[in-house]
């Protein structure tokens, strides 16, 4: 398969048993090239063709090598703390995560090809509750949007106003997945010690994140804000929004503390409008209800590499 075809896969599915998305063009095939690289389709890419797919995702991604986290985790919902940090180690394997948390224009992308249609993308128990996952215009979209569409000065900004669902069904259709609580710490923490608090390290810098200290009082775009963990080159971990991930909310309490947030997810890294600095942490824990859609929660996917081809 040559560069033409696979931006003909674009617009025409290939034999695959999942649908094809409706646009073309090198935006959409960066958004969706970890589909590309997916064996059923990568096998048949020429060599050339999968080195410019897997520059694409380096651009799209970080790869982040695996290893040991060691650590200890504040939690809480809404006003209610756990009053002392719960100690866990877990071992994390190499992944790959987005660069950026998911803007309102790349989720537009899923909601224009008919994401919220399509069965394929969505939990068997999500099927039955997507007619109630509508925009301010009452059609199929983020909470805040409006006609399917979000607002046109926000097309940068992190997506937010979705459940879980939502971040989980998106990350399906691009060929990714949600990244777990640990993935997504020892992301964040890159390359530094179990004892950072920050991206940055140890002590809080109002300048270096989107949170209530910044005085923006909503969110930025994706891109904000220099990366500040290493050569990961990864934004916004701390601030701007929430971001969900597949783990269980107080899955790391003792003596099951938090066993009616059972069908709770827990979120990372803060908002633009968090105002504690240790809520903000790499390591705080909160939680939302698996079906809350925010306007401060968003998201990144992550993948695992050995999921994809690599080049010839």
């Known amino acids: ?33 970890a589909i590309l690289l997916r064996p059923q389709i990568a096998n048949a890419v020429e060599s050339v063709d999968l080195h410019r797919l897997f520059a694409m995702l380096s651009k799209e991604m ?20 756990i009053g002392e940090d719960v100690q866990w180690s877990v071992d994390v394997a190499p992944l790959l995560i987005d660069r950026c948390a998911v803007s309102n224009e790349r989720y537009q992308k899923f909601v224009d090809d008919c994401g919220y249609d399509t069965d394929t993308w969505w939990s068997e128990a999500a099927l039955p509750l997507r007619s109630k996952w509508v ?21 940068q900004h992190p997506v937010v106003g979705i459940c879980w669902y939502e971040a989980e069904a998106y990350a399906k259709w691009v060929g990714k997945r949600l990244p777990s609580e640990a993935e997504w710490m020892w992301a964040a923490m890159a ?24 005085g923006y009082g909503c969110t930025v775009p994706v891109s904000e804000f220099a990366p500040h963990n290493g050569s990961n080159k990864t934004y916004q971990f701390i ?3 929430w971001e969900w991930t597949q783990t269980p909310f107080g899955s790391w309490s003792v003596d099951d503390e938090w066993g009616d947030c059972r069908e709770f997810r827990a979120i990372k890294g803060g908002a633009f409008d968090t105002l504690l600095t240790n809520q903000v942490t790499i390591h705080f ?23 994809l081809v690599g080049p010839k």
């Open 1 to 33: 398969m040559g560069w033409s075809e696979i931006r003909r896969w674009l617009s025409q599915p290939l034999g695959l048993t999942t649908p094809s998305p409706s646009s073309s063009g090198d935006c959409d095939l960066a958004q969706r090239c």
């Open 62 to 81: 970080a790869m982040i090598s695996g290893g040991s986290l060691s650590t200890s985790t504040s939690q809480a919902y809404g006003n209610i703390d």
């Open 135 to 155: 925009d301010r215009s009452g059609a199929r979209a983020p909470q805040d949007w409006c006609h399917g569409s979000p607002p046109i000065d926000k097309l």
């Open 191 to 214: 390359s530094q010690t179990a004892g950072a608090r920050y991206t940055w390290g140890a002590e809080w810098r109002n300048d270096y994140a989107n949170t209530w200290h910044a």
């Open 239 to 241: 601030g701007n929004v």
């Open 285 to 307: 824990q909160s939680g939302e209800p698996i079906l809350g859609r925010r306007h401060n929660v968003g998201f990144r996917c992550a993948l695992n590499p050995t999921d």
